[in-house]
T-cell receptor, first 111, second 111 residues
Framework: GESVGLHLPTLSVQEGDNSIINCAYS??????FIWYKQESGKGPQFIID?????DKRQGQRVTVLLNKTVKHLSLQIAATQPGDSAVYFC??????????FGTGTSLTVIP | DGGITQSPKYLFRKEGQNVTLSCEQNLNHDAMYWYRQDPGQGLRLIYY???????QKGDIAEGYSVSREKKESFPLTVTSAQKNPTAFYLC??????????FGPGTRLTVL
């Protein structure tokens, strides 16, 4: 099966600092990636996506970076706020087949 | 408001009982999915349906059944054959192979 993993299971950051959450994937054929945010007891929410023909994509306060050479994906959150506290996980898709999801990183923002 | 809904939010089942989890979407999405989420693990695909009256097994279909009689609805039945059904169940829908929109989830507990 696919392997989508996160380097750190937990991350604590001070409010106002930037957060970086990492994700490693194992299949070089993966061509579409999504970052989701999941608050406790709720369903995942889409944050940002990126296709394999891009290295970087920016949204509102979030940036996703894709390094295909080392099969690594990261999510950067600028000026982290208490409302950003949640579990973040990545998902990869290979050629339109099913998504494979990482286990998630728990982000805690310290006021 | 367009969206995807799941009911009930909490469900308790006695051993040996079948239970059905509801998933409804009014996003006009063709594809619908059921995932299971366990602590410390990524989402795992149970079943998916890309069109009405058609569905395919995911990675962990044993002990589950689904139907897709209407585009808007994709109920999941957890049968007595599922030996470890306690989990958080998530339903999702999508247009094609892109971003999946998730429902709020159903937490199933076996008593």
């Amino acid at each position: 099966g696919e392997s989508v993993g996160l380097h750190l299971p937990t991350l604590s950051v001070q409010e106002g600092d930037n957060s970086i959450i990492n994700c490693a994937y194992s299949n070089s054929a993966s061509d579409y990636f999504i970052w989701y945010k999941q608050e406790s007891g709720k369903g995942p929410q889409f944050i940002i996506d990126i296709r394999s023909n891009m290295d970087k994509r920016q949204g509102q306060r979030v940036t996703v970076l894709l390094n295909k050479t080392v099969k690594h994906l990261s999510l950067q959150i600028a000026a982290t706020q208490p409302g950003d506290s949640a579990v973040y996980f990545c998902a990869e898709n290979i050629l339109g087949n099913q998504f494979y999801f990482g286990t998630g990183t728990s982000l805690t923002v310290i006021p | 408001d367009g969206g995807i809904t799941q009911s009930p939010k909490y469900l308790f089942r006695k051993e040996g009982q079948n239970v059905t989890l509801s998933c409804e979407q009014n996003l006009n999405h063709d594809a619908m999915y059921w995932y299971r989420q366990d602590p410390g693990q990524g989402l795992r695909l149970i079943y998916y349906s890309q069109i009405v009256n058609d569905f395919q097994k995911g990675d962990i279909a044993e002990g589950y059944s689904v139907s897709r009689e209407k585009k808007e609805s994709f109920p999941l039945t957890v049968t007595s054959a599922q030996k470890n059904p306690t989990a958080f169940y998530l339903c999702a829908s999508s247009i094609g192979i892109d971003e999946q929109f998730f429902g709020p989830g159903t937490r199933l507990t076996v008593l």
